[in-house]
């Protein structure tokens, strides 16, 4: 099969061609049709995770798929062959199997069935950003009438953030830049806010929200230096998905925190893909490459110039 794999340590990926993995107690091999790219997959490709948890290469890259099932192995009753699915591969030593391949090995815990009226694109788009976007939502416990600020509201996991926060009768507060405004609005934000302007963004929403923000969802800092504690208001909230949320920086500051483990299992996937296939979540993909292009998806993720999802083509 084809796949978009790591051939070892400290290579750059390659389309190469891989023995089809072969069905387990608890999985569920999935013929591709279309698979998503998430931050997470340059962390793996660089061996940034490495000393975190073993890796086996080759590393086929991708966690998340949309595909027809092939065949499951002993203990899976929930799918079957022939059926179309989407899903994830969660993370368990060693990190090898993945998703940007003509067949993918899952976990059946992670496998669920997809909605006939939602394309396998779309299906794609959904596990891991939209998990972590619902896991950040439900820690902040949003109540209608408060005020959101989500920092990196452009990327795949933002603008899933902004439509499930507007959902729940918040006002979203969302970054961007002027270019990404009527998207964002688009989405549900009620405002956006420049962050390239040279103005930081704490002092841009205070001066629309003098009192400060309810809640923040951040999904670029990798610090507590970089999230802008001051736009929020004392007794506010914070969500990192790059564990920046520290508690003592946050308890000095007056807030509470937590840092968000997104997990993709099938439990949290199919209402995701329920909504998508109503149209009260949209999967705001950006763009759709070629498995031969999926290294040029992963520069623009890399480079922060992503908007949206980025989806790969694997096969019909």
Same mark, same amino acid.
């Given at each position: 099969?084809?796949?978009?794999?790591?051939?070892?340590?400290?290579?750059?990926?390659?389309?190469?061609?891989?023995?089809?993995?072969?069905?387990?107690?608890?999985?569920?091999?999935?013929?591709?049709?279309? @698979? $998503?790219?998430? #931050?997470?997959?340059? &962390?793996?490709?660089?061996? %940034?995770? *490495?000393?975190?948890? /073993?890796? !086996?290469?080759?590393?086929?890259?991708?966690?998340?798929?949309?595909?027809?099932?092939?065949?499951?192995?002993?203990?899976?009753?929930?799918?079957?062959?022939?059926?179309?699915?989407?899903?994830?591969?969660?993370?368990?030593?060693?990190?090898?199997?993945?998703?940007?391949?003509?067949?993918?090995?899952?976990? @059946? $815990?992670?496998? #669920?069935?997809?909605? &006939?009226?939602?394309?396998? %694109?779309? *299906?794609?788009?959904? /596990?891991? !950003?939209?998990?972590?976007?619902?896991?950040?939502?439900?820690?902040?416990?949003?109540?209608?009438?408060?005020?959101?600020?989500?920092?990196?509201?452009?990327?795949?996991?933002?603008?899933?953030?902004?439509?499930?926060?507007?959902?729940?009768?918040?006002?979203?507060?969302?970054?961007?830049?002027?270019?990404? @405004?009527?998207?964002?609005?688009?989405?549900? &934000?009620?405002?956006?806010?420049?962050?390239?302007?040279?103005? /930081?963004? !704490?002092?841009?929403?205070?001066?629309?929200?003098?009192?400060?923000?309810?809640?923040?969802?951040?999904?670029?800092?990798?610090?507590?230096?970089?999230?802008?504690?001051?736009?929020?208001?004392?007794?506010?909230?914070?969500?990192?998905?790059?564990?920046?949320?520290?508690?003592?920086?946050?308890?000095?500051?007056?807030?509470?925190?937590?840092?968000?483990? &997104?997990?993709?299992?099938?439990?949290?996937?199919?209402?995701?893909?329920?909504?998508?296939?109503?149209?009260?979540?949209?999967?705001?993909?950006?763009?759709?490459?070629?498995?031969?292009?999926?290294?040029?998806?992963?520069?623009?993720?890399?480079?922060?110039?992503?908007?949206?999802?980025?989806?790969?083509?694997?096969?019909?």
């Amino acid at each position: 099969m084809r796949a978009f794999n790591v051939p070892e340590p400290g290579a750059q990926p390659v389309v190469s061609d891989l023995p089809v993995p072969e069905v387990t107690e608890g999985t569920v091999l999935v013929r591709v049709h279309n @698979a $998503a790219l998430n #931050a997470i997959d340059n &962390a793996l490709a660089s061996g %940034a995770m *490495a000393e975190m948890m /073993p890796h !086996a290469y080759p590393l086929v890259l991708g966690r998340d798929a949309a595909g027809v099932v092939e065949a499951v192995g002993a203990g899976v009753d929930h799918v079957a062959a022939g059926d179309e699915v989407i899903g994830h591969i969660l993370l368990a030593p060693p990190i090898q199997a993945g998703t940007l391949a003509e067949y993918a090995l899952l976990p @059946a $815990a992670a496998v #669920a069935a997809k909605p &006939a009226g939602l394309d396998f %694109a779309t *299906a794609a788009a959904l /596990p891991l !950003a939209g998990t972590a976007a619902y896991a950040s939502v439900e820690a902040l416990d949003v109540q209608p009438g408060q005020v959101v600020l989500v920092v990196g509201a452009t990327g795949g996991v933002g603008s899933y953030a902004v439509q499930l926060l507007a959902a729940r009768g918040a006002t979203v507060v969302a970054t961007g830049t002027p270019a990404d @405004a009527d998207r964002l609005t688009g989405l549900g &934000a009620a405002r956006v806010v420049d962050h390239t302007s040279g103005t /930081p963004v !704490a002092d841009q929403v205070t001066t629309a929200y003098p009192d400060g923000v309810d809640a923040l969802i951040d999904l670029v800092s990798h610090s507590p230096d970089g999230l802008p504690l001051g736009a929020l208001r004392k007794g506010g909230k914070v969500a990192s998905t790059l564990n920046a949320a520290d508690e003592r920086v946050l308890a000095a500051a007056g807030l509470s925190g937590s840092n968000i483990m &997104a997990t993709p299992v099938r439990e949290v996937i199919e209402p995701l893909a329920a909504q998508a296939a109503e149209g009260t979540v949209k999967a705001d993909i950006a763009t759709v490459l070629p498995l031969e292009q999926a290294a040029d998806g992963l520069a623009t993720l890399a480079a922060g110039h992503a908007r949206g999802k980025i989806i790969i083509n694997v096969g019909d």
